[in-house]
């Protein structure tokens, strides 16, 4: 299996952008930001149409567009951390700008179909190909170089992610009193998601825009489930991301008609579920000794 | 409606060379049974702030749309059969009542990553027919049958009854969850049973606007109508009235073009609600009053204009 180059540099590759993914996610399951991370996935394809379109490089775009969109919900949104720590009703514990993200980014969806027509009809063919691969990645098709500079600037995300790990989750947990002791909330929530959007259009290289999410989220899901205290549950999410990363290309490659990015995000997922049920056990187990 | 001469640009003659194929027809018809069908349901979705769960329901039509295709059966099967386990799933996994928001959002998150890993898969290994796969994901408004038409007009008359139905006790239930359960209303019960009906709602309007574009009609109208007013009657009306001219412009505007109306459409509604926001923001600003008299009357007529 490693003695393909192919393969080489999509485990070079996906080991740094899984480990992005799992740790950014876990901020985003904390801060409640998982609609927003669905959007930024989201975004990720007209991004990259509308560069193929242009005639530049995709990944101009898919950076472009998820940065400029993060920054937007960023600034836009009051989801700051608002939904975490709340708890019970459905409609008091939902952000409130809920809709707003989705309009904006089914607007955005409307925008990369517009392009999709702008780039069929413009350079004739391919463009299927190249929206297929936008939204569901090909991490496989990675040349050496695009692997090294994916790996590269997921890593970079990674260690920015951590330098700011311990201010974002005071101002996630308590964003009124980490306010008060002077931490500049409302910078940080803009700074994360632009991170988030660097992360989506890293992510997008490896399983696609649709199925980003998987790895943002479930691997983050099934820390927050399983872990205590945060930078345990920051590293088992990087950890699980990596295994089910790890995992998913060995599948791939083992059985040929499965496609990397399913078996990715199959596994992510499935990690998620055991870690619900082990989680709802020591629940249980806690509710009846006490 | 009045909206009806604004159909094209250049009216008379254009509505009636749009009227003339029986296609534009059919995509006129289906296109106004789930605008109002997206529209009611929509409403009641953005008021109970289940946009997210709205959205993974509407991807759910992906992997069922391509397993149908695999395994030979007709798409409008494995839309709903998809569209309704995905509903189930969300209400019995996401809908304790201990979960705070985070939590509920990631799960809804992983049974939407998993439901389109599925769908993934089952369009490779059917083939990987990428035209159809562009179908699938961005609809096919211009190709709608007789057949289609009356399965939809059937579905949206039985789910609107059943919305009907439920429409007091969940607007109760929406609004005021814990005071609706001490007064014994079955809260939960309430949240799955609105979730399957979001389901097929959702499941039939993708198989017209696409799995990605699904929320142009389902988010947008609703959006635009509860930032214009808060008082329910009117924004439902409002949201049916924003879904038709939405479609029939879209519709008709991408008759003339070579661009596919899924853009006009999401692009018409997402225009709509930035005016409506405009509008009310600044009449809202120049009148910091919660019972804001001003915005009732002077949106709506710059919405339909």
């Known amino acids: 299996m490693f003695s393909q180059e192919f393969m080489r540099n999509a485990l070079l590759a996906g080991t740094f952008i899984a480990l992005a993914c799992g740790v950014s996610g876990w901020f985003v399951v904390l801060r409640g930001q998982v609609f927003a991370g669905d959007a930024l996935s989201h975004v990720a394809f007209p991004g990259a149409l509308a560069a193929a379109a242009a005639g530049v ?68 063919g391919g463009a299927g190909i190249q929206a297929a ?119 791939a490659y083992a059985v040929p008609s499965l496609p990397p990015s399913t078996t990715i995000v199959v596994l992510a997922v499935g990690v998620y579920i055991l870690a619900a049920f082990m989680g709802r056990r020591t629940v249980m187990m806690r509710g009846g000794a006490s | 409606m009045q909206a009806d001469p604004t159909l094209t640009w250049n009216v008379g003659r254009d509505v009636g060379e749009v009227l003339e194929y029986h296609f534009m027809v059919n995509a006129l018809l289906a296109g106004s049974i789930v605008a109002v069908m997206a529209g009611l349901v929509g409403w009641m979705m953005v008021l109970r702030r289940e946009t997210f769960a709205g959205h993974t329901l509407s991807m759910m039509a992906f992997p069922g749309a391509s397993g149908a295709a695999l395994i030979g059966v007709p798409a409008t099967w494995g839309y709903f059969v998809f569209c309704g386990a995905g509903a189930l799933a969300i209400g019995r996994f996401s809908g304790g009542k201990s979960r705070s928001w985070s939590e509920q959002s990631a799960t809804i998150g992983a049974v939407q990553a998993l439901a389109l890993a599925l769908g993934f898969l089952f369009v490779n290994l059917y083939g990987g027919v990428l035209g159809g796969l562009d179908n699938l994901l961005f609809g096919t408004f211009l190709g709608v049958s007789d057949g289609q038409v009356l399965v939809l007009a059937a579905v949206t008359a039985g789910a609107l009854v059943v919305l009907g139905g439920l429409a007091r006790p969940l607007l109760f239930a929406s609004v005021d969850a814990d005071v609706a359960g001490a007064r014994g209303v079955p809260v939960r019960s309430l949240s799955t049973a609105f979730l399957v009906l979001l389901g097929l709602a959702v499941a039939e309007t993708s198989q017209i606007t696409g799995v990605l574009l699904v929320f142009a009609l389902l988010v947008t109208p609703a959006a635009t109508a509860q930032a214009i007013t808060a008082r329910p009657g009117l924004s439902l009306w409002l949201t049916v009235a924003i879904g038709l001219v939405v479609v029939w412009a879209g519709l008709g505007v991408s008759y003339f073009s070579v661009y596919p109306a899924g853009f006009f459409i999401t692009a018409f509604a997402f225009a709509i609600y930035v005016i409506a926001r405009v509008i009310v923001g600044v009449l809202g600003g120049r009148s910091a009053d919660l019972k804001a008299p001003a915005p009732e009357s002077p949106p709506p007529r710059g919405v339909i204009a």
């Open chain 1, 57 to 124: 490089d995709e990944r101009v775009g898919l950076f472009a567009a998820t940065v400029a969109v993060g920054a937007g919900i960023g600034a836009l949104g009051r989801t700051g951390g608002a939904g975490a720590g709340r708890g019970a009703k459905m409609a008091a514990a939902a952000p409130a700008d809920d809709a707003a993200i989705g309009t904006v980014f089914t607007f955005i969806l409307g925008v990369g179909v517009f392009f999709l027509t702008l780039f069929s009809t413009s350079s004739g």
């Open chain 1, 133 to 251: 691969h936008t939204l569901f990645g090909s991490i496989f098709g990675l040349a050496a170089g695009e692997a090294r500079l994916a790996a590269a600037v997921a890593l970079g995300a990674t260690l920015l992610t951590l330098a700011i790990a311990r201010p974002l989750l005071f101002a996630s947990v308590s964003p009124e009193v980490a306010a008060a002791r002077g931490v500049p909330t409302r910078l940080l929530g803009v700074g994360f998601v632009a991170l988030l959007g660097v992360v989506a259009a890293e992510a997008t290289q490896a399983v696609g825009a649709l199925l980003l999410l998987g790895l943002l989220a479930a691997p983050a899901a099934a820390a927050h489930r399983l872990a205590r205290g945060p930078f345990a549950g920051i590293a088992l999410a990087g950890l699980f991301a990596v295994v089910a990363m790890w995992g998913g290309l060995a599948l």
